[in-house]
T-cell receptor, first 112, second 114 residues
Framework: KAGVTQTPRYLIKTRGQQVTLSCSPI?????VSWYQQTPGQGLQFLFEYFSETQRNKGNFPGRFSGRQFSNSRSEMNVSTLELGDSALYLCASSLGLDQPQHFGDGTRLSIL | DQQVKQNSPSLSVQEGRISILNCDYTNSMFDYFLWYKKYPAEGPTFLIS?????DKNEDGRFTVFLNKSAKHLSLHIVPSQPGDSAVYFC?????????????FGKGTLLTVNP
């Protein structure tokens, strides 16, 4: 059974640009969550989608947005990139309540 | 304000000995706790969890202990193996919340020396 797949694995952008990251959850998982990992802040929750609806949102500015498609695949978009957005972005999917989240290997975003 | 704290950024133990990773939390609404392990260049992998109605949960070499009054939990690995070397994250979920919004600690790097 395939795990959570994130593309691309690595990305380099410059300040002011925008970026879209993709996540394909484990087959059958309808919940997809996004996290940002930085050395200083650790893993921080961005948002969670279920059945194409955002159900939970973390404390990130509106430049960070996402969406989920009918096949449960999800995308995350960051506009007007800043140097501080350099991080590992992790996607996780879950089967349902009381089930642990399964993480992808992340997209390493570097802002120059 | 960090609600889940892992005060030891790193821990080094000898193969075969016990590894004890600690985690403290401040939010009394947290009632479900998880441990994840993360290798470099990979995403976190779920290890073990515990509900607040329990004080211990065991799975093979991994045992998690929860002390609700102290708002403290710990992960014990016995015996430790070199392959256990990784970053370990403690995470928590509040009561009434979904398990989709995990609050993580900053992690502890465990090194198991052969």
């Amino acid at each position: 059974k395939a795990g959570v797949t994130q593309t691309p694995r690595y990305l380099i952008k410059t300040r002011g640009q925008q970026v879209t990251l993709s996540c394909s959850p484990i087959s059958g998982h309808r919940s997809v969550s996004w996290y940002q990992q930085t050395p200083g802040q650790g893993l921080q929750f961005l948002f969670e989608y279920f059945s194409e609806t955002q159900r939970n949102k973390g404390n990130f500015p509106g430049r960070f947005s996402g969406r989920q498609f009918s096949n449960s695949r999800s995308e995350m978009n960051v506009s007007t990139l800043e140097l501080g957005d350099s991080a590992l972005y992790l996607c996780a999917s879950s089967l349902g309540l009381d089930q642990p989240q399964h993480f992808g290997d992340g997209t390493r975003l570097s802002i120059l | 304000d960090q609600q889940v704290k892992q005060n030891s950024p790193s821990l080094s133990v000898q193969e075969g000995r016990i590894s004890i990773l600690n985690c403290d939390y401040t939010n009394s609404m947290f009632d479900y706790f998880l441990w994840y392990k993360k290798y470099p260049a990979e995403g976190p992998t779920f290890l073990i969890s515990i509900s607040s109605i329990k004080d211990k949960n065991e799975d093979g070499r991994f045992t998690v202990f929860l002390n609700k009054s102290a708002k403290h939990l710990s992960l014990h690995i016995v015996p430790s193996q070199p392959g256990d070397s990784a970053v370990y994250f403690c995470a928590a979920i509040p009561s009434g919340g979904s398990n989709y919004k995990l609050t993580f600690g900053k992690g502890t790097l465990l090194t198991v020396n052969p």
